[in-house]
C-alpha cells in the first residue's frame, strides 16, 4: 500500500522557515519523480517544486527559487521542502506526490503524479 506522509506543517511569522517532509512508502521509488504543490484558499493548486529519486535533479517555480528548497534522503525515502523567508501568500496546504518519470518530462502538472499525500497546512501571519 503506498502511503505519502506529510508533516512539518504549522504556524510561523514573516520572514520564518519551516521544513516540511514527505515520508514516502509502499513501492520502490527508483523512477518515480517526487513533487510539492499547494493550494491557497479560493485557488487551483499549483506546482512548487520536484526532485527525482534516482539522480536527484531538482526543479522550482519560478516564485519559488531562492527561498524554497527540495531535497531528498533515500535511505529514509522522505523528500524534504525547505522554506525560508514566508510571505502570508505562501499560506496554503502543501501536498507531496509522486509520479514516474516516463509519464511526462514536465514535472509541473498535476497529471503527471499518481500518488498523493494528504496536505500539511501552513499559515504565514504577517
Known amino acids: 500500500q503506498v502511503q505519502l506522509v506529510e508533516s512539518g506543517g504549522g504556524l510561523v511569522q514573516a520572514g520564518g522557515s519551516l521544513r516540511l517532509s514527505c515520508a514516502a512508502s509502499?513501492?520502490?521509488?527508483?523512477?518515480?519523480?517526487m513533487g510539492w504543490f499547494r493550494q491557497a484558499p479560493g485557488k487551483e493548486r499549483e506546482f512548487v517544486a520536484s526532485?527525482?529519486?534516482?539522480?536527484?535533479?531538482?526543479y522550482a517555480a519560478d516564485s519559488m527559487k531562492g527561498r524554497f528548497t527540495i531535497s531528498r534522503d533515500n535511505a529514509k525515502n522522505t523528500v524534504y521542502l525547505q522554506m525560508s523567508s514566508l510571505k502570508p501568500e505562501d499560506t496554503a496546504v502543501y501536498y507531496c506526490?509522486?509520479?514516474?518519470?516516463?509519464?511526462?518530462?514536465?514535472?509541473?502538472?498535476?497529471?503527471?503524479?499518481?500518488?498523493w499525500g494528504q496536505g500539511t497546512q501552513v499559515t504565514v501571519s504577517s
Open positions: 506526490a509522486a509520479g514516474d518519470r516516463s509519464v511526462t518530462p514536465n514535472p509541473t502538472l498535476q497529471s503527471g503524479y499518481l500518488y
Open positions: 509502499g513501492r520502490t521509488w527508483t523512477n518515480y519523480r
Open positions: 526532485i527525482t529519486w534516482s539522480t536527484g535533479s531538482t
